[in-house]
Structures are given as structure tokens and as C-alpha cells.
């Protein structure tokens, strides 16, 4: 069974920063093998995507609503994903999650990605 464990949110003004982490396990589970990516959702609106990575790290996405802000990367030695997130905005507020996609090359679609994680709220006051 694949775990994908999000920390890291919590309340900030805006204008401030949060990082993400997610850390994912399972007994057969290869992170290497994995695209990983960030996905938001606000209360009622549709989730969207935040950012992704390929396995090795060198390659990024970000949407373009977070270009210049927010930052995506791996450390593969320790199964966890990061997003750093700076020069935040109330309209960044929404449950973010970690998702894993197997074999992916880490593009926007949902349907590439596997696993998800519960998610982790982050909220952000004006």
C-alpha cells in the first residue's frame, strides 16, 4: 500500500511563505518511478493543478497562476516532494495534495496520477 503523507500548511498573511513536504512510503512502493505533483482545491471549486516533477527532478511544471512563486523539488534519498510556496495570496487558500504518478512524466492531468495524499490545508489572510 502506497502512503502519501502531506505537512507543512497552516495559517499565513499574505505576502508570506509556507513549505510543503510530502513524504510517501509502501512496501513496493519506488519513488524514483514516480512523476510527482501538487494539487489544490478551494472549497467549491474544482481541483487544479499546483506543480509536478519528473523523477529525476531536473524537469518541472508549475501552473501558471503560481509561476515566479511557487517552487517544486525531490529529494529522492528521502521520498519526500516540496513545494515552497512564497508571496502568497488569499486566492492560494485550498486543501493541497500530493499526488504520485507512476512511470509519469509529470504533466497537469489528473488521470496520470495514482496516489494522493489526505491533504493539508493552507490558508491565507489579507
Known amino acids: 500500500q502506497v502512503q502519501l503523507v502531506e505537512s507543512g500548511g497552516g495559517l499565513v498573511q499574505a505576502g508570506g511563505s509556507l513549505g510543503l513536504s510530502c513524504l510517501a512510503s509502501g512496501r513496493t512502493f519506488a519513488f524514483i518511478g514516480n512523476a510527482m505533483g501538487w494539487f489544490r482545491q478551494a472549497p467549491g471549486r474544482e481541483r487544479e493543478f499546483v506543480a509536478a516533477?519528473?523523477?529525476?527532478?531536473?524537469?518541472?511544471n508549475v501552473a501558471d497562476s503560481v509561476k515566479d512563486r511557487f517552487t517544486i523539488s525531490r529529494d529522492n534519498a528521502k521520498n519526500t516532494v516540496y513545494l515552497r510556496m512564497n508571496s502568497l495570496k488569499p486566492e492560494d487558500a485550498a486543501v493541497y495534495y500530493c499526488?504520485?504518478?507512476?512511470w509519469g512524466s509529470g504533466t497537469s492531468n489528473t488521470e496520470e496520477y495514482m496516489y494522493w495524499g489526505q491533504g493539508t490545508q493552507v490558508t491565507v489572510s489579507s
Open positions: 516533477v519528473s523523477w529525476s527532478g531536473r524537469n518541472t
Open positions: 499526488a504520485a504518478a507512476p
